[in-house]
Nanobody, 123 residues
Framework: QVQLVESGGGLVPAGGSLRLSCAAS????????MGWFRQAPGKELEFVAS????????DYAESVKDRFTISLDGARKTWSLQMKSLKSDDSAIYYC????????????????WGRGTQVIVSS
């Protein structure tokens, strides 16, 4: 069974930066789109960012545009989410996910998920 493993979460002060990474245990998994989602306590799962396997297309939630950057490593085995200018509203569990669909941004389009990594932004 393919697994995605997130890393890089933690506690960071408001205004700080953090980098999350996601690695797939099986690099043959269909990853036409790789993405990040987050869920804060008492809130629904929220789309954060997506990137196409070629790296030629990305999409971001309005709330993180110009602050977060999604990227792939050169071998496309891992993808990362660089987060800067963090706010308390960014506190959540962050999940990476992979989709067989191209240009996916809806959680229902993603069929492989990680277990999540917690990000806490202290104000």
């Amino acid at each position: 069974q393919v697994q995605l493993v997130e890393s890089g979460g933690g506690l960071v002060p408001a205004g700080g930066s953090l980098r999350l990474s996601c690695a797939a245990s099986d690099t043959t998994v269909s990853r036409n789109t790789m993405g990040w989602f987050r869920q804060a306590p008492g809130k629904e799962l929220e789309f954060v960012a997506s990137i196409r396997w070629s790296g030629s297309w990305t999409d971001y939630a309005e709330s993180v545009k110009d602050r977060f950057t999604i990227s792939l490593d050169g071998a496309r085995k891992t993808w990362s989410l660089q987060m800067k200018s963090l706010k308390s509203d960014d506190s959540a569990i962050y999940y990476c996910a992979a989709s067989k669909e191209h240009f996916a941004t809806n959680a229902r389009e993603f069929n492989v998920w990680g277990r999540g990594t917690q990000v806490i932004v202290s104000s």
